[in-house]
């Protein structure tokens, strides 16, 4: 198994509450955590503008394989998620199992790398909520799933969701928007769904997924404007 840290170590577009250099030192733990729960292979995604922030990670982390690829920054931190990994999976092993965590995020004591084991045959393996509801979540932070090709067609599937998911008739409210739609034309969507939506709808259609009450992960939120303590 390989583990792929998603980053953007150095954010210029949309406000941050965590510095570049937060935001170093917390991917450099996240780093070292994995390493310390049995990962020798890892590699590092990161789509800041700038390279220092991977400069120096290099300096810090010299046996991590570190891809970076700079990239337009979009309000849907998801679909910026979703086009780093696309840019990023061909340079992953092909068959070959992987856990992929959010730079802020690191394994906890109570981690256990091996539970893929019990669900090998699983696509992804991971935290979910709601899932009974129409509208679930599946936590984008830290899954396992199966391999390289099974992430590549789940992210394309959901870069396709996010976007036309308001251009469908999903209840009266949205047909009610579809048919003044026909009228009153406009380019693109009223909004989009996040990345966690989109890919609980994909994985409750496909039903090849398992999931977990605990991931046993922490890290720090940044939904507001002060970080908080955070685990799933």
């Known amino acids: ?20 250099v937060e935001r170093l030192s917390q991917t450099i733990n996240t780093i070292e955590k994995l390493q310390g729960a049995g990962f020798s292979q890892i590699w590092l995604f990161d789509n800041s503008l700038s390279n220092a922030g991977v400069k120096e990670l290099a300096k810090a982390c010299p046996k991590v394989q570190i891809h970076h690829t700079p990239q337009y920054t979009f309000k849907n931190k998801g679909l910026n998620e979703a086009l780093l990994l696309l840019n990023n ?6 068959n070959t199992p992987i856990f992929k965590i959010s730079g802020r995020y690191y394994p906890s004591a109570e981690f256990k790398k091996d539970i893929y084991d019990a669900y090998v045959g699983k696509d992804f393996v991971g935290v979910g ?9 599946f936590s984008t932070k830290a899954y396992f799933v199966k391999n390289a090709e099974v992430l590549t067609s789940t992210v394309v ?10 251009k469908g008739i999903h209840g009266i409210k949205s047909g009610l928007t579809a048919v003044k739609e026909i009228f ?7 909004y989009q769904l996040s990345i966690e939506q989109s890919f609980a709808r994909i994985l409750k259609q496909n039903n090849n ?11 720090a939120e940044a939904s507001a404007s002060t970080p908080t303590p955070f685990s799933e």
């Open 1 to 20: 198994m390989i583990a792929i840290v998603t980053s953007t170590l150095i954010p210029t577009r949309f406000y941050s509450v965590f510095s570049p």
């Open 89 to 94: 999976i061909h340079h992953l092993p092909a």
């Open 129 to 137: 909520y709601n899932f009974k509801n129409k509208i679930a979540d």
């Open 157 to 166: 599937s959901s870069v396709e969701d996010m976007i036309s998911y308001a």
């Open 184 to 190: 009153e034309p406009k380019p693109g969507t009223p």
């Open 209 to 219: 997924y398992q999931l977990l009450d605990k991931m046993h992960i922490e890290g």
